[in-house]
């Protein structure tokens, strides 16, 4: 018990260090943490967009870790919140694993994104909260 409270309380602790009650995009060094607080489907997609625009990225639970600086992240972040989405069918396209269910790899390529793109990608949401984020960090 003495252990889950001394985790809880650095986990508070970190929260208000990196200001994270008024914030959402943290800098660390040549990374950028954005944390969306959200799921897996929206975190996909929201890497699945910063892959699209050349960035290297990927979903670690409540956050997205891009490989880039906070300056550029910020600027992928507004076109994925202004820019017309792509289609998520061609989104999916240069992901590597696609096969989730047990089925999934009797898919042909064309089908296979189409499914993955269906099950895992939300476009809709993750322009909503990217705008979102941006909004936050305005403020």
Same mark, same amino acid.
């Given at each position: 018990?003495?252990?889950?409270?001394?985790?809880?309380?650095?986990?508070?602790?970190?929260?208000?260090?990196?200001?994270? $009650?008024?914030?959402?995009?943290?800098?660390?060094? !040549? &990374?950028?943490?954005?944390? %969306?607080?959200?799921?897996?489907? @929206?975190? *996909?997609?929201?890497?699945?967009?910063?892959?699209?625009?050349?960035?290297?990225?990927?979903? $670690?639970?409540?956050?997205?870790?891009?490989?880039? !600086? &906070?300056?550029?992240?910020? %600027?992928?972040?507004?076109?994925? @919140?202004? *820019?017309?989405?792509?289609?998520?069918?061609?989104?999916?396209?240069?992901?590597?694993?696609?096969?989730?269910?047990?089925?999934?790899?009797?898919?042909? &390529?064309?089908?296979?994104?189409?499914?993955?793109?269906?099950?895992?990608? *939300?476009?809709?949401?993750?322009?909503?909260?990217?705008?979102?984020?941006?909004?936050?960090?305005?403020?």
């Amino acid at each position: 018990m003495l252990r889950r409270a001394i985790c809880f309380q650095r986990a508070r602790t970190h929260f208000s260090q990196y200001g994270l $009650e008024c914030r959402s995009i943290v800098p660390t060094g !040549a &990374e950028t943490v954005v944390f %969306t607080w959200m799921g897996d489907r @929206a975190n *996909d997609m929201l890497a699945v967009c910063l892959k699209y625009l050349g960035h290297i990225a990927q979903n $670690e639970g409540a956050t997205v870790r891009v490989f880039a !600086a &906070e300056a550029d992240t910020m %600027t992928a972040l507004r076109r994925i @919140a202004s *820019d017309p989405i792509p289609n998520p069918v061609a989104l999916a396209a240069p992901v590597k694993n696609k096969i989730f269910e047990k089925y999934d790899w009797l898919l042909d &390529e064309p089908l296979m994104n189409a499914e993955y793109a269906s099950r895992k990608l *939300d476009v809709n949401g993750t322009r909503a909260l990217v705008q979102s984020l941006l909004h936050l960090e305005r403020q």
